[in-house]
């Protein structure tokens, strides 16, 4: 079946990449419809991959020299907002705002824990719009992208979502949101929807995005006060802290592996990369795994040591920062950064 972006590049409604309709592996339904708290009206939010021409991820094989003259663009994503289809949702219309990456940058990105990347692994099966077989390998083993870090980065989000809730000055439709409740509804949903998320990633290395789905239409609604949403996200903060100590999750992100499975989704569509990619010997692999366990081992006993000052995430993910920036992690409103 083909993909949305084939389907509404054909109408003349998106104008991508040449390559782009044609190599499209995984496209997923995002925002709110993903997270079981849409409205009719929702706009829709089209996240996915692609795998672009060979020469774009090897471009010695176009001849490019690395380091002599300039390099050739290479596509790492395709953004664009307010795509309108008067046909979709039965002739309703609808509008499409697409987030679609190459393959190496999205697992780039899952590898760092960007939460809407992981986010879009792990949408219910009626959200997904489009797979290939490259797409399906990558949904089945999603989990290999989880590691401890979800943590720090879902907590790193949430924050920003807090710190514009207090501060952004608000337009449109989300200056009409704090009119009505006295703050922006959507930023506080989106703080306690990450937080959960988070919860299940440590707790169970899965998720269910739509488990919660009751408490953040009640958000929406206005019907939870800012007061009560800043004390549960500081009750949850101190509780995700002790159990990120406690998760099962690696400690450090799978690269090998993930790279391994990068390099059999590339194979599956291009056929074979024996002439392209060096595969690093497997002993060799297993030394610096244990070498760079042993370096991380030796970082957190220096830390155990004294450190000025702590974040506030568990001790694998312990950094030396300045009073301010301590500060700057927790959900308390008197930490917040003025405006």
């Given at each position: 079946?083909?993909s ?70 290479r ?22 705002d697409f ?21 879009s ?65 959507k ?19 899965d998720?269910?995005?739509?488990r919660?789905?009751e408490h ?16 549960w ?50 002993a060799?692999?297993t ?15 220096s ?14 993910d312990?950094e ?8 700057a ?10 405006p």
């Open positions: 079946m083909a949305v972006v084939q389907t509404l590049t054909q109408r003349g409604l998106l104008r991508p990449p040449p390559f782009l309709p044609t190599n499209m592996m995984y496209e997923t339904l995002m925002g709110s419809v993903a997270y079981g708290v849409s409205g009719d009206t929702s706009d829709r939010d089209v996240y996915g991959f692609a795998i672009p021409p060979r020469d774009h991820l090897f471009p010695h094989l176009a001849g490019e020299i690395a380091g002599f003259g300039k390099p050739r663009p596509f790492e994503n395709f953004q664009v907002h307010h795509v309108r289809d008067p046909d979709a949702l039965a002739g309703k219309g609808c509008e499409y987030s679609i990456y190459s393959i190496p940058r999205f697992f780039t990105l899952c590898l760092e824990c960007n939460p809407n990347m992981i986010d692994l792990f949408t219910p099966q009626d959200c997904v719009l489009h797979q290939t077989h490259v797409g399906s390998l990558v949904r089945e083993r999603r989990h290999l992208f989880l590691h401890k870090g979800v943590w720090t980065r879902f907590k790193s989000y949430a924050y920003a979502q807090l710190h514009k809730m207090r501060t952004r000055e608000p337009e449109g439709k989300r200056a009409a949101l704090r009119e009505q409740f006295g703050f922006d509804v930023y506080a949903y989106h703080i306690v929807r990450l937080l959960y998320e988070c919860e299940q990633l440590l707790l169970h290395g998720m269910d995005l739509r919660d789905r953040l239409k009640a958000i929406r609604r206005g019907e939870v006060s800012e007061e009560e949403i800043l004390r996200a500081a009750d949850k903060e101190r509780q995700l802290e002790a159990l990120a100590l406690q998760s099962k999750l690696p400690d450090q992100p799978k690269e090998p592996a993930v790279r391994r499975l990068l390099l059999e989704c590339l194979e599956e569509h291009y056929g074979s990369l024996d002439n392209v990619v060096a595969r690093p010997d497997v060799a692999e030394l610096q795994q244990i070498s760079d366990l042993v370096d991380r081992y030796r970082q957190l006993a830390l155990e040591a004294g450190p000025l000052v702590e974040t506030t995430s568990g001790p694998a312990r030396m920062t300045s009073p301010a920036e301590n500060r992690t927790s959900y308390g409103p008197d930490s917040l950064p003025t």
